[in-house]
């Protein structure tokens, strides 16, 4: 059943279970799975799209997002005794970052959408890109606006990044400067999150739930 965990590109905050499902962390986000009409889908019948609500963040809220994602939810319980609802998402591919979990049981997906909406209302953060340097490791790109306080807006976005992953249960995950700007790709894209290559984000913590992965 963990084949689940390599080929899903989750939108949203959610945690594999050893049954192979995700479990959403409700905390977080609210989803809807709709049909093409928007009218809800039941349990058990994958849905067309779904909405994401997102309710970490009070400044500015996510209200029934159309995400784009063929969703379906487990009916009844899952047997991995987890009561948050559990899901399968047939997605688009997109940038999402994946951590052990603390515990060390399964992995916690992390979209960028969950940084940007905290320093997008960060003051003087001009652009930002956030690398996965380790699994457990965060290493920050900063180019603060015209006139801010490089040093401030450093802190106030590790501290915004870190608040983020405390939220998520992923305490463990250590948030370091970049001392560097961000960058494109060679082929001119640029990423607001760079995550380590999947074989190697989802690997087993040689050290422990709090090896620091470096
Ligand atoms: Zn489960």
Request: proline share 11%; aromatic share 4%.
């Amino acid at each position: 059943m963990r084949e689940v965990y390599g080929c899903t590109e989750s939108s949203y905050a959610a945690a594999s279970c050893r049954e192979g499902w995700l479990h959403l962390i409700e905390d977080w986000v609210i989803l809807e799975p709709v049909d093409a009409h928007y009218a809800p889908v039941p349990p058990g019948v994958a849905s067309h799209t779904v909405l994401l609500t997102n309710l970490a963040n009070r400044v500015q809220p996510i209200i029934r997002y159309d995400v784009g994602d063929r969703v379906l939810i487990k009916p009844g319980h899952c047997g991995c005794g987890n009561p948050a609802p559990a899901l399968l998402v047939e997605g688009r591919t997109s940038d999402v970052l994946t951590f052990p979990a603390a515990d060390g049981n399964g992995h916690v997906d992390v979209p960028p959408l969950a940084f940007g909406s905290t320093l997008d209302r960060t003051p003087g953060v001009g652009l930002f890109q956030i690398v996965q340097a380790a699994p457990t490791r965060l290493s920050v790109r900063l180019l603060p606006a015209p006139g801010a306080d490089a040093g401030e807006v450093q802190e106030a976005a590790l501290k915004g990044i870190g608040e983020v992953l405390t939220g998520l249960g992923l305490a463990h995950v250590t948030v370091e400067p970049a001392g560097e700007p961000p960058r494109q790709t060679a082929g001119g894209k640029f990423r607001v999150v760079v995550p380590l290559p999947a074989a190697q984000a989802m690997r087993p913590n040689p050290g422990g739930p709090l090896d620091q992965g470096s």
